[in-house]
């Protein structure tokens, strides 16, 4: 096979790939979106009366239900407002009565870097777990790691946040387990990425500041992936360390630790980026309970506000945002392993 | 790529079944008798409030007051009674919900991957839309729709968690489909119908078993989670995600109010868990 029909090989498997999985993202968004939106509308309770005064007269809410479209027909309802997400208007929520669009794009990063900071420590806790069971396979620390995998794994991020609210914010308080970031502190930012802006404007007293109240909320939502992590990489590296080109390295006089990292850990890595990529979709999930949890100014936390107060339009923004990033993120790993994976770039 | 999605990070762990597997047992057959016998064993109403006793501390500390173990919450009522009478509400759930929710995915998956055709792509559509949705927040939703109570949220662990079991047993049909002794029993001239209930449902049992019980241990997170948003049953009755509520609200006051319902609680989720893990090591080929 010459290299060009190589290429091409590779850009139809690609083409393929993408097409059907746009194809099938796009089915699934509009699923959900006609999901929330009639399923919201079950919900007991009209929402413009709650939003008046008592004492607001029948005129008053016909008026105002008028005003949010609500008076209309169900299916028209909804004519209405999906034409308007195609054109980038996603309505006004009720309770602030601000676009809807602001107030998620205003949260959204909140979220992203929680989510992040979560996936960062995730890998790091998971790798070195990894690296140190694979290092002293077959003896007790291998056992040791195994058991706290376990746990880790079998216990959701929400309890985990609730054992880290009681270790580190009450009987050793070094973190601070509500909010993020401390509200008399003064906020030069421009954007909503409060601890990239940070970062880049130099202000560590404020990086740092911020850190001390993400920490805990990532840690809670990363000790689950965390497991996963460690896991799979560990199963994958020790089936490494059995190839002849590893033998190789040994023979060549280099230390057990070396080969592990120089030789065994590139080639055991695909495996378990691919699966890092699909569990990351679930965490940003898990954001939901975790800020709420943690007081944390995030998506997951105004969407809880939203349903409380019955907002529809903002609800139907928020669940909307959350389809589009998770399936975002499977279509791109599902991209990444077709370009990644000779299998299937030849097959 | 189907590998790939596949590979639940639980289904890779293996360990040999062995205390694990008894200490599960055992724990959640305390919790079984609790929730039983919840008011003969229970010290006190778990309802009856006293204001003068509000956050008396755990039996150990200055200040305690006898009869009461684990000490009080702030409106005085006591916390282990609650934690049993707490009991009943999570293994109902868990019995109930996981139970049910097990019917509905094992049906709708083992018909989308035995039938094939447009009953899978009808059936995988809707699991790939229902994966879109955040869980909790899907949860929340349908609390808020459908009003609180035992029923609603019931209902919702239902309607959110089908998907889990609807994946694992659609694939697993498909693979048990492809075996030559579906072949030869249709060569027989078995109905499609007789071969799907009688050959592959035997086969899928395990597997179905093992994914039940780790199920249940989610319904138990996930009643907690809704009292904990306070969209549960109402807030009257003990429950230990209101338990863990209040607890948190009164953490720097009365640390007990979280700390016991919380250990509860994870102890009662680890024992779903490895008692899962547990079967599926001894009886389940295909999740181990």
Redesign the interface.
């Known amino acids: 096979m010459s290299g060009r029909q190589r290429t091409e090989a590779t850009d139809n498997a690609v083409i393929k790939v993408l097409a059907t999985r746009l194809l099938t993202t796009l089915v699934t968004l509009a699923g959900v979106a006609v999901i929330v939106f009639f399923v919201i509308r079950v919900v007991p309770g009209n929402p413009i009366a709650m939003m008046l005064p008592p004492g607001a007269t029948e005129e008053d809410i016909a008026r105002l239900s008028a005003l949010y479209g609500l008076d209309k027909p169900l299916v028209t309802q909804f004519g209405i407002w999906i034409t308007g997400v195609l054109q980038g208007d996603f309505g006004t929520s009720i309770t602030t009565r601000q676009p809807v669009l602001d107030l998620v794009l205003g949260r959204l990063p909140a979220t992203l870097e929680l989510a992040i900071m979560a996936l960062v420590i995730a890998v790091a806790l998971g790798g070195t777990a990894a690296l140190i069971g694979t290092r002293f396979r077959g003896g007790k620390r291998e056992g040791a790691i195994d058991i706290a995998n376990g746990v880790a794994l079998s216990v959701p991020d929400f309890l985990w946040g609730l054992v880290l609210i009681l270790l580190f914010g009450v009987l050793w308080p070094v973190f601070h387990i509500s909010g993020r970031v401390t509200p008399s502190l003064d906020l030069p930012f421009t954007t909503d990425f409060y601890l990239i802006e940070s970062l880049i404007r130099l202000r560590l007293d404020l990086t740092a500041d911020l850190v001390a109240h993400m920490f805990m909320p990532a840690l809670a939502l990363a000790i689950p992936l965390a497991a996963i992590i460690g896991q799979l990489l560990k199963q994958s590296l020790k089936e490494t360390m059995n190839l002849d080109y590893v033998t190789l390295a040994r023979t060549k006089g280099y230390g057990e630790t070396q080969v592990i990292l120089r030789e065994a850990l590139r080639n055991a890595a695909l495996p378990t980026i691919t699966l890092v990529g699909v569990q990351f979709s679930f965490l940003i999930g898990g954001t939901v309970i975790i800020e709420r949890l943690f007081s944390y100014e995030g998506l997951g936390n105004m969407a809880i506000d939203a349903v409380i107060n019955r907002d529809l339009p903002l609800i139907q923004g928020i669940v909307l945002l959350f389809a589009l990033i998770f399936t975002m993120l499977n279509l791109i790993v599902d991209l990444l392993y077709a370009v990644l994976n000779p299998r299937l770039r030849h097959g | 790529?189907a590998d790939?999605?596949g590979?639940d990070?639980?289904s890779?762990?293996r360990?040999r079944a062995g205390p694990r597997l008894w200490l599960s047992a055992g724990w959640l057959s305390i919790l079984c008798l609790a929730a039983l016998f919840a008011p003969w064993v229970a010290p006190h109403d778990p309802l009856a409030q006293d204001l003068f006793l509000g956050r008396m501390p755990p039996f150990w500390m200055a200040g305690a007051e006898p009869g009461y173990w684990l000490g009080t919450d702030s409106l005085g009522r006591d916390v282990l009674s609650r934690l049993i009478h707490g009991a009943r509400v999570a293994l109902a759930v868990a019995l109930i919900a996981g139970t049910i929710t097990c019917l509905v995915g094992a049906t709708l998956g083992l018909l989308a991957g035995f039938l094939r055709g447009w009953v899978d792509i009808v059936i995988s559509?809707?699991i790939?839309?229902w994966?879109?949705?955040?869980?909790?927040?899907f949860s929340?939703?349908?609390i808020?729709?459908l009003?609180p109570g035992l029923v609603s949220i019931i209902i919702a662990i239902v309607v959110i968690d089908w998907t889990r079991f609807a994946r694992v047993v659609r694939a697993e049909a498909m693979a048990q489909g492809a075996m030559d002794y579906v072949s030869s029993a249709q060569v027989a001239g078995r109905p499609r119908i007789g071969i799907m209930l009688r050959e592959i449902l035997p086969n899928l049992l395990p597997t179905i078993g093992v994914l039940l019980t780790l199920e249940m241990?989610?319904a138990v997170?996930v009643e907690?989670?809704l009292s904990?948003?306070n969209?549960s049953i109402s807030t009257d009755d003990p429950t230990w995600g209101s338990m863990?509520a209040e607890g948190?609200t009164a953490?720097?006051q009365a640390?007990w109010v979280?700390?016991f319902p919380?250990i509860t609680?994870?102890l009662t989720?680890?024992s779903f868990?490895?008692l899962g893990?547990g079967l599926k090591d001894r009886f389940d080929p295909v999740l181990r």
């Open positions: 790529m790939a999605k590979m990070g639980r890779m762990i360990r559509r809707l790939d839309i994966m879109a949705f955040p869980p909790v927040l929340i939703l349908l808020a729709v009003g241990g989610i997170i907690a989670i904990f948003v969209l863990i948190r953490i720097h640390w979280l700390v919380l609680l994870f989720v680890l868990s490895q893990e």
